[in-house]
């Protein structure tokens, strides 16, 4: 093996600005001055979360096990467990990391409904740059830092609407359900996704449904091409925005019934009761 080769992992799997520069620059050693247990010395949790994010979204959450992670950072399986407990620490490191990129600062003089919109965008869009970190969430109890941070930015507009506390519970659930499940079924390698992805073969694909008996499927041939599009992002606004609108009727409802259950009582000239 050639000096060179193994610096290369150290190039693609760190994010470290200084880390790519070292790495670039023993690649043009024929004799490299650091060796190869030199820059296993350099294993950081850090690197092992994001080296376990890269495989996730290449290989599946099944892919990832501590001996596939430890052949991808060139090292040793027992390596792995100075920076992290074992694979149900591993993942949750993970999804703390991936949700550390929600951008949580919102302006708190927006509606609440706005607020609830903008952050359910801002978590799916980390979740599709991160494929395979919805399927974590979806089986793990996600209580990192980062994960309280997100889940009192998601509860803080719905407290202050006014929602029952019951209620507000009910409302985070909906909200994060929809949005990590949407991203779960986000498969890009399933065939309906290739097929409205490739444009020759959506355009087949809407060719044959106008070219279905009309007597016995007269409204798939009128709908079919609007329904079979390349529109995830259109289809993930329009259920959170249905969503969000259910929430506020439902609020608005429960905020009249509490005014009509317990009227203000009436008050004198200098508001004397």
Known sequence: MFAGEAPVREQQTSTSPGHVHAAATRSLWFNAPETDDEVRRTLTRERV?????????????????MRALSGRLGVVPGALYRHVRGKDQLQDLIVDGALAEVDCDINHSLPWTEQIQVLAHRLRNVLKNHPGVAGLLKTRDPLGPHSLVLAEAVLLPLHAAGFPHREAGLAFFLIIDYTIGFEVSNTRTSV????????????????????????????????????????????????????????????????QLTRHAHPPRATGPLGHR
């Open 49 to 65: 979360v994001a080296e376990a994010l890269t495989l996730i979204a290449q290989d599946g959450v099944a892919a990832l096990t």
């Open 192 to 255: 309906n996704e290739q097929r409205v992805q490739d444009t020759a073969t959506r355009r087949q694909l809407h060719e044959f449904f106008r070219s279905l008996p009309h007597d016995r499927f007269p409204t798939l041939i009128a709908l079919g091409e609007h329904v079979w599009r390349d529109n995830r992002d259109e289809r993930f606004a329009a259920g959170i925005n249905a969503l969000v609108d259910g929430l506020e009727r439902a609020q608005r409802t429960t905020t």
